[in-house]
């Protein structure tokens, strides 16, 4: 794992005064940080000054928990994520600097509200990165950068193909409840209110875009495939542009 730069937690005196390392307010890595929030009531802020990688592909270290290979995800996928330790409140990852910069490796999983400000976004790996809410919140808040690669995979003509990719729900396992993510900023290759590939929601799918956010392939409230059983809401506002859009 990389972490050039810090990463430290606002939102009360405490966590100016307490860390993991003996430096003030100061964590090494976003589970760290994600942990000192709940044990501060779970909700509060986390502020990238500089550069911060949750996963390195070419630095495999096993045995730390905020990096994890599974062989057998619940969702069905063989691959790397970052799942964020459980959290009751809303928790706002923001930058600092004009340079910060999350490096969004693979799937990153909601365990709590969450919300992105502030920041530049990287995908980092070819067609891989999606951020799944799993029913919690999700804001895309104001001040969004959304960056990647321009290497191409099979079947896929587009320089934006690369982009990052939302989803409401998970990837193609059932859940029980609404979903709800609201998107002000940043390019995406697709947002959709669902699944990614199947399982059923009970209940109903919420999306927002708004601001100036932009979704390049598809806007989309419900799942590409599987079932709702629900209805789904897709709302564009402001100066937001979606250039394909469906329920």
């Avoid at 969702?75 to 600097?97: A, L, R, V």
């Avoid at 059923?200 to 919420?206: A, K, L, R, V």
């Amino acid at each position: 794992i990389l972490c050039s730069g810090s990463l430290w937690c606002a939102g009360s005196a405490d966590y100016q005064t307490e860390s993991e390392n003996g430096n003030v307010g100061y964590f090494k890595t976003l589970t760290a940080a994600y942990d000192f929030i709940n044990k501060k009531g779970g909700s509060g802020t986390i502020v990238i000054d500089d550069s911060y990688e949750y996963f390195d592909g070419k630095k495999k270290n096993e045995g730390e928990d905020y990096y994890t290979i599974v062989g057998n995800l619940q969702d069905g996928y063989s691959d790397s994520y970052f799942s964020e330790p459980e959290h009751k409140g809303m928790i706002i990852i923001k930058g600092n600097t004009p340079n910060a910069t999350l490096k969004m490796h693979y799937r990153y999983y909601l365990n709590g509200p969450l919300m992105f400000k502030d920041i530049t976004l990287q995908a980092a790996v070819s067609m891989k990165e999606r951020i799944y809410a799993r029913g919690n919140d999700l804001v895309m808040g104001t001040g969004l950068t959304c960056t990647w690669g321009t290497e191409l995979t099979d079947g896929y003509v587009k320089e934006y193909s690369n982009a990052l990719r939302i989803y409401g729900g998970t990837a193609n396992t059932d859940l029980e409840g609404d979903t709800n993510i609201v998107i002000l900023s940043g390019d995406y290759y697709l947002i959709r209110g669902g699944n990614e590939e199947g399982g059923t929601i009970n209940g109903n799918t919420f999306v927002y875009l708004g601001g100036t956010a932009h979704t390049y392939y598809q806007l989309m409230g419900g799942s590409r495939k599987g079932t709702i059983n629900g209805s789904t809401y897709v709302m564009v506002a402001g100066d937001a542009v979606a250039d394909s859009k469906s329920g």
